[in-house]
C-alpha cells in the first residue's frame, strides 16, 4: 500500500492570492511562499451593481491570468446592519469567484475577520485603550468613538504591513489583504 504524505495536504500553496473584497473593490495581496510578491486593488466599474459583478469578474480573470495564482483565501464575511450591502457583497464575491474559477484556481478557502487581525497583533481595542480614547476625545458619540477604534485599528494594521514587509502602502484595503494573506500561509490547515 502506497505512502501518502498527509502533511503536503494541509500545506499552504506556493502562489496563494489573499483578497479584501468590497462591493466597489478588489485589495489583493499575492503570495510566493511566505514572500509577499505583489499588492494592489482593482476598483469596480458600473452604473449598478450587476455592471460591476461583469467587471468584478473581468478584471479578477486578468489579473489570476497575470500572476498563475494556486489558491485564494478571502475573509469571510461579517454581520453587516444593511441587507442591501449584504446581499451586493455576496453578488460582487460571486463575481469575483467566477473569474477566478476560468483561471484554474481550485483552491478557495475563507478567513473570519477577527483570526487574521489577533494574529497579526490586531484584536479589539482593550478596556485601556478605550478608555484612554474617550479621555483624550470627551463629550463625543457613541458612534464617533466606535468610528475612531476602527480607525486606529486599521491604521495599526497599515502600521504592521509596512514594518513587517518593508511596504509603504496608505491604503487600508490592501494593508487588509497582506494581513490576511499573513495569516494564511501560517495556518493554512486551520482554515475552512
Not at 481550485?106 to 478605550?130: C, D, M, Y
Not at 504591513?161 to 493554512?188: E, F, L, M, P, Q
Request: with cysteine.
Amino acid at each position: 500500500m502506497p505512502v501518502v504524505d498527509l502533511s503536503a495536504l494541509n500545506s499552504p500553496p506556493q502562489k496563494l492570492c489573499a483578497i479584501d473584497a468590497s462591493t466597489n473593490s478588489l485589495a489583493f495581496a499575492i503570495f510566493d511562499g511566505k514572500s509577499l510578491e505583489a499588492m494592489g486593488k482593482i476598483n469596480f466599474s458600473g452604473a449598478n451593481t450587476y455592471e460591476k459583478v461583469a467587471d468584478a469578474c473581468n478584471k479578477t480573470k486578468s489579473v489570476f491570468d497575470i500572476f498563475q495564482i494556486e489558491a485564494v483565501v478571502i475573509e469571510h464575511t461579517v454581520f453587516i446592519n444593511s441587507p442591501k450591502t449584504a446581499a451586493d457583497l455576496a453578488l460582487v464575491q460571486g463575481g469575483l469567484l467566477g473569474g477566478m474559477s476560468l483561471t484554474g484556481v481550485k483552491i478557495i478557502k475563507s478567513i473570519n475577520p477577527v483570526a487574521w487581525q489577533t494574529f497579526i497583533g490586531n484584536g479589539r481595542l482593550t478596556h485601556v485603550e478605550k478608555s484612554d480614547l474617550r479621555v483624550s476625545s470627551p463629550g463625543k458619540s457613541e458612534s464617533w468613538y466606535k468610528t475612531k477604534e476602527r480607525e486606529i485599528r486599521k491604521e495599526k494594521t497599515i502600521k504592521f504591513v509596512n514594518t513587517y514587509y518593508d511596504k509603504k502602502t496608505s491604503d487600508n484595503d490592501i494593508a487588509d489583504a497582506v494581513g490576511i494573506g499573513h495569516y494564511a500561509i501560517r495556518n493554512w490547515s486551520k482554515l475552512n
